[in-house]
T-cell receptor, first 112, second 112 residues
Framework: DVKVTQSSRYLVKRTGEKVFLECVQD?????MFWYRQDPGLGLRLIYF???????EKGDIPEGYSVSREKKERFSLILESASTNQTSMYLC???????????FGSGTRLTVV | QKEVEQNSGPLSVPEGAIASLNCTYS??????FFWYRQYSGKSPELIMS????GDKEDGRFTAQLNKASQYVSLLIRDSQPSDSATYLC????????????FGKGTKLSVIP
């Protein structure tokens, strides 16, 4: 069974901390994405990557960065966490434009 | 800005009835269309994809696409309480694009 694994289901961090959210997929997918999901705002794209070492900004990249050193791993970094980054973070991957995404189970991050 | 619009609901239907979920999109270049189901507190799960005008059936689910009207719908026949969830419509950004734009979702409640 194909899998996208997000390392943490729940995280609580303090304002100003540097936060790492990890995502690993075992499907050999080239394309990986980070979204955040908030009530009333839906899913919003933060960053995406189509290849190792490659990254592109999505619709809301401010306050975030990413790292893709290996094909299977795509990390989201909150450089200095703020309370407005409290959200559900979803990682997804796909191999092409017709199969849709496979999502990880999500990380619910609370910044206090 | 590409847009995908859905009625937020909640849409309430009695058990055994047909639930009809609708979605419109703004980008005429979009070619791949997806429906995801998301249970409360869980990540989205792909349930249907459609690429050509017309209907596509899979069990109790039927996806309908009308590219001229920029309209996608999902019908759920013989609705069950287990179908109660938020349904997300997702649309690609055109030929060869791996990015999906999501609607904010329609919350469906199936009443026993």
């Amino acid at each position: 069974d194909v899998k996208v694994t997000q390392s943490s289901r729940y995280l609580v961090k303090r304002t100003g901390e540097k936060v790492f959210l990890e995502c690993v997929q075992d499907m050999d997918h080239e394309n990986m994405f980070w979204y955040r999901q908030d009530p009333g705002l839906g899913l919003r794209l933060i960053y995406f990557s189509y290849d190792v070492k490659m990254k592109e900004k999505g619709d809301i990249p401010e306050g975030y960065s990413v790292s893709r050193e290996k094909k299977e791993r795509f990390s989201l970094i909150l450089e200095s966490a703020s309370t407005n980054q409290t959200s559900m973070y979803l990682c997804a991957s796909t191999s092409n434009s017709v199969d849709g995404y496979t999502f990880g189970s999500g990380t619910r991050l609370t910044v206090v | 800005q590409k847009e995908v619009e859905q009625n937020s609901g909640p849409l309430s239907v009695p058990e055994g009835a047909i639930a009809s979920l609708n979605c419109t999109y703004s980008d005429r270049g979009s070619q791949s269309f997806f429906w995801y189901r998301q249970y409360s507190g869980k990540s989205p799960e792909l349930i249907m994809s459609i690429y050509s005008n017309g209907d596509k059936e899979d069990g109790r689910f039927t996806a309908q696409l009308n590219k001229a009207s920029q309209y996608v719908s999902l019908l759920i026949r013989d609705s069950q309480p287990s179908d109660s969830a938020t349904y997300l419509c997702a649309v690609d950004s055109g030929a060869g694009s791996y990015q999906l734009t999501f609607g904010k979702g329609t919350k469906l409640s199936v009443i026993p």
